[in-house]
């Protein structure tokens, strides 16, 4: 008799109309089945041994729907370590399948809010999401701890309610928050070995991002393969010394042409320290042109731009982002998501995109 009425219902509504009248089920059991798979989601363990790069924050403090703030994913065999962590990156990285339970550590270039605004989200992420039976080690320069000890007494209530609602079993204790590990340069050395062992070294160094100091970059070898990050800077000959021979340098990049469009239209309607603001911030800022130079001058095999200044709501504004800047190898504006594979004992750089 059910039967019977459901084929009469099918009959009277027609297939369209019965699945939007029934939608809800339908999405129901669409959940059940794929929320197992997205919860086993692993990407990392699908990955050839090498070095792995994937963009999970390419913008800028500047508001922008299609970018989440600065930070870049590094997998190294099956290690993930995580540079700056600006807003939303605790949910890209999960939109990205990159399983919190294997982050390693956070290592901040700088301490401007935009790269450290997603800092709790992240740690309580790879604490309560993840398992995590110890603090979220974050490497930086002088004062990283002053970061760390802010958002773990701001996290605290929070640290102390899931612990008394779920149990100590479930969320351990002594897993919430994060753990500085600062780093500093001895008087005239601008790189210094921050993390070594299992085949990995990972070598900070110096930046131009004043007045902000201290500010670093990162090289990540592995596997006879390399990626640069920059943080933020102006052109860097210590970033190019770092860099050389690289297989991939992700570096920020600000189009001042865009950004003196922006500068006009904020005192054009009366916003004069809006617009003082956009004056200023080329000077501590890399153009794409520059990039593409410290690029060739390092002799690195790839380039991609992050931290994208000004924001950019369509395509159609790359080329004027560029302005003309060019590479031999490849090069492209990055997007979150974006993934570049570098295979060990290879030559291969490969790139897709995970959203």
């Avoid at 351990?172 to 500093?184: I, L």
């Avoid at 007045?211 to 933020?232: C, E, K, L, N, T």
């Avoid at 731009?305 to 800047?325: D, Q, S």
Wanted: net charge neutral.
């Amino acid at each position: 008799m059910k039967i019977l009425r459901w084929v009469l219902l099918l009959a009277v509504l027609g297939a369209g109309a019965l699945a939007f009248a029934f939608r809800g089920d339908l999405a129901v059991m669409v959940m059940q089945r794929i929320a197992p798979r997205a919860m086993a989601a692993d990407m990392i363990a699908t990955l050839p041994d090498g070095l792995h790069v994937g963009l999970c924050g390419t913008g800028s403090p500047l508001p922008d729907p299609l970018r989440s703030g600065p930070c870049t994913a590094v997998i190294a065999g099956k290690r993930l370590f995580i540079v700056d962590a600006g807003d939303g990156a605790a949910r890209m990285t999960a939109r990205m399948t990159l399983s919190a339970a294997r982050m390693e550590a956070v290592l901040l270039t700088h301490f401007h809010s935009d790269h450290i605004d997603g800092l709790g989200a992240l740690a309580l992420m790879r604490w309560a999401g993840g398992g995590g039976q110890a603090r979220l080690p974050v490497h930086g320069p002088a004062g990283v701890e002053r970061i760390v000890n802010g958002f773990n007494e701001a996290y605290a209530f929070d640290a102390g309610y899931r612990v008394a609602h779920h149990g100590a079993d479930i969320v351990a204790p002594q897993g919430a928050g994060m753990a500085a590990a600062p780093f500093v340069f001895p008087e005239g050395v601008d790189a210094v070995v921050v993390m070594e062992g299992d085949g990995l070294r990972v070598t900070a160094f110096r930046v131009d991002h004043a007045p902000i100091s201290p500010a670093v970059g990162y090289r990540f070898d592995y596997g006879g393969r390399s990626v640069v990050i920059s943080g933020d800077t102006v052109r860097s000959g210590t970033l190019e010394a770092a860099a050389k021979d690289a297989d991939l340098l992700v570096h920020e990049a600000l189009a001042p042409g865009l950004v003196a469009l922006l500068e006009t239209a904020a005192r054009d309607t009366g916003r004069t320290k809006l617009a003082k603001i956009f004056k200023d911030i080329p000077d501590y800022h890399t153009s794409p042109a520059d990039a593409a130079a410290s690029a060739t001058a390092a002799g690195v095999k790839a380039l991609v731009l992050t931290h994208i200044v000004p924001a950019m709501p369509t395509r159609a504004l790359e080329p004027a982002f560029m302005n003309g800047a060019t590479f031999s190898g490849p090069f492209w504006i990055g997007r979150d998501g974006d993934f570049i594979s570098l295979p060990a004992g290879s030559q291969a750089i490969t790139r897709r995109n995970l959203l």
